[in-house]
């Protein structure tokens, strides 16, 4: 489940950056769409399982979102070629999967800790 939730992470992250880029849309814009687009649907299904979504808690799931963003902003000059596309897909897939297996996680006062 967690390397679909993987793909689906990097995929939406990058469809809808390269579109809110695409359309000229103001920064703040294309950050939001870029990040909740991504992380909202795996909101909506931890809570339909009853679940604190692992995006508030435990994952690097939004920052990842966040820096698929930043770094398709930095290329957007190679974003039409295709071997470009692919590599900075792969490489945030990769990071995804790495996130994951290590169980690296964001940071959390000491007083939240359980």
């Known amino acids: ?7 689906w992470l990097v995929t939406f992250a ?13 920064f703040f814009w294309i950050i939001f769409f870029s990040v909740i687009s991504s992380v909202w649907g795996w909101v909506l299904r931890d809570v339909v ?16 979102a966040l ?4 770094f398709y902003w930095i290329f957007s000059y190679n974003m039409d070629n295709i071997f470009w596309s692919s ?4 490489t945030f897939f990769i990071i995804r999967l790495s996130v994951i297996y290590f169980k690296i996680n964001l940071w959390k006062p000491n007083f939240l800790k359980n």
């Open 67 to 70: 820096f698929l963003w930043i």
């Open 14 to 26: 990058f469809i809808w950056s390269s579109i809110a880029y695409e359309l000229n849309l103001w």
């Open 49 to 64: 399982l009853n679940k604190t979504p692992m995006v508030f808690e435990t994952d690097l799931y939004a920052t990842l």
């Open 87 to 90: 590599i900075l897909l792969l």
């Open 1 to 7: 489940m967690l390397i679909l939730d993987s793909i």
